[in-house]
């Protein structure tokens, strides 16, 4: 996505801000239309505020819980997902475990249909990377470009670090650096372009925003990490690390968060924490997406 297109999302974003949450009824902008959740995979808040964002705008959601569907008797994803269209659904957010998977059901799909990747494997998460840019607009302004951000963890198994690092650049952000133990960093071909600095200590200096991820266990080959204690010790965010940061920085973490593993209660609870904000900027930023699929 180009810059115009995500700041032309963002900005449609803020202005649904002080509706996401109550407000004046966007009830009537997509009633009528019918959203299907179809996730492959875990999630609390990526599907609970797509539900929620469809429901603000007027939308019927429909949530299809993969783990007590028919693709447990052997029917193919694709199969699952003309026979939710045949019932008249006009936007499926889909989370799968398999790379392109997400891709692969849109080209199954029928020509009025839309599809919203919700996650897909490693790949790509972009309402997380707009809701994260959205969280950091409340904070720093809508011009991000003057940043020092470091993304912090398992970069390689995580889509949100690839959808993060795409908005980044896109939004003009030059001092991005990447850190994480070397069996966690993406391929040096990956993002050749991009600052790599061990040391966590220096990495975070002087930052704006430091991006905790979680360990991807469950897309992990064994003993990728020591131990976890050795992890936070090494790469968790604590409060002695937090005043490494630039005195206005502040930390986050798409969620969940392991508490104690990549980041301790203290600054996760704390006044730097923008945790609790991604989430809320969750809502506006799924509800620009299904309005700019879906209106007219
Ligand atoms: C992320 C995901 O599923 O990619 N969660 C989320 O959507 N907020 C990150 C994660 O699972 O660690």
Redesign the pocket.
């Given at each position: 996505m180009s810059r115009e297109r995500i700041t032309g999302l963002l900005d449609r974003a803020e202005a649904l801000m002080a509706h996401a949450h109550g407000g004046v009824s966007l009830r009537e902008k997509l009633a009528g239309r019918t959203l299907c959740t179809l996730f492959f995979?875990?999630?609390?808040?990526?599907r609970c505020s797509f539900q929620l964002a469809g429901q603000r705008l007027g939308m019927d959601v429909l949530n299809v819980d993969i783990s007590t569907a028919s693709t447990k008797k052997g029917e193919t994803d694709a199969d699952t997902l003309r026979t939710l269209e045949a019932m008249g659904v006009d936007a499926f957010v889909v989370?799968h475990a398999r790379d392109g998977a997400v891709a692969d059901l849109a080209a199954v799909a029928g020509a009025g249909t839309s599809l919203l990747n919700?996650?897909d494997g490693r790949s790509d998460?972009p309402t997380?990377g707009l809701l994260d840019m959205l969280a950091l607009r409340s904070r720093f302004g809508a011009d991000l470009s003057a940043l020092r951000v470091a993304i912090v963890g398992?970069i390689r198994h995580?889509?949100?670090a690839r959808s993060d690092i795409h908005a980044l650049q896109a939004l003009g952000c030059t001092d991005l650096r990447l850190c994480g133990p070397s069996s966690l960093m993406p391929e040096a071909t990956e993002f050749p372009d991009l600052v790599r600095v061990d040391a966590m200590d220096e990495a975070i200096a002087g930052c704006h925003a430091v991006i905790m991820?979680?360990?991807?266990r469950e897309r992990m080959e064994q003993g990728l990490v020591p131990s976890l204690e050795d992890y936070f010790r090494s790469h968790g965010m604590d409060g002695r690390r937090l005043l490494r940061l630039d005195p206005t920085g502040v930390v986050l973490?798409?969620?969940?968060i392991n508490r104690g593993v990549e980041i301790a209660a203290e600054v996760a609870d704390g006044p730097r924490s923008l945790i609790l904000k991604?989430?809320a900027c969750?809502l506006p930023a799924r509800m620009a997406a299904l309005l700019e699929l879906l209106e007219g």
């Open positions: 995979e875990a999630s609390t808040r990526t989370r919700a996650g998460h997380q398992d995580s889509r949100v991820l979680r360990l991807q973490h798409p969620g969940p991604q989430v969750g």
